[in-house]
């Protein structure tokens, strides 16, 4: 199984502007202090149900149904270590909003062995149930910001 598979999609910018504000909306009144930050059931569905939203658009061309979105944040303060995500969720896709240049999503094997590694200037399905981490390069800027989706019928297929 692969470790993360790119996807092309022709309205990145305009998804991530889109993300970016509502990031910008729901944090105003409280910055994030942690690297996950998962929505609400309340606010997941107020997202998606957000008249012109290219971000469901995009979804929806590929027969995806959304069931959880979170965001990432990784800024002088907040970081993130080697990990596996919580299951049962293997598949997700993460997608770059803001500072993601000269960062890196990286996997490793059961020996801490670094098996893959990708900058995270596209959307990506990531495989998330084996270690993994983010890692920040000399030149990157911060706030850094990615949106990760899972989904009821997640994408599996595209890690085969
Ligand atoms: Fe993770």
């Known amino acids: ?17 889109f993300l970016y504000g ?15 930050n998962h929505l609400r059931r309340e606010e997941i569905t107020n997202l998606m149900a ?14 995806l149904r959304v069931r959880d979105v979170s965001f990432t ?3 002088e303060k907040i ?10 969720v293997i598949a ?8 993601t240049r000269d960062t890196f999503n990286v996997w490793f094997d059961e020996y ?8 995270c200037v596209k959307p990506i399905v990531l495989r998330s149930d084996i270690l993994h981490t983010v ?15 899972c989904f009821y019928n997640e994408p599996l297929r595209l890690l085969k």
């Not at 509502?22 to 996950?36: E, L, M, Q, S």
């Not at 997700?92 to 500072?99: E, G």
């Open 1 to 17: 199984m692969k470790s993360y598979y790119i996807l092309e999609c022709s309205e990145q910018q305009r998804i991530a502007d």
């Open 22 to 36: 509502y990031y910008v909306g729901i944090t105003a009144r409280h910055p994030p202090t942690k690297f996950w």
């Open 50 to 63: 957000m008249p012109n939203n290219p971000c469901r658009r995009w979804f929806d061309s590929m027969g």
């Open 73 to 75: 944040v990784f800024n």
């Open 79 to 88: 970081c993130t270590h080697t990990h596996r995500d919580e299951p049962p």
């Open 92 to 99: 997700k896709i993460n997608f770059p909003v803001l500072n």
């Open 112 to 119: 801490a062995q670094e098996i893959d590694r990708v900058e």
């Open 135 to 149: 890692e920040i390069g000399n030149t990157a800027h911060f706030p850094r910001l990615q949106f990760s989706f």
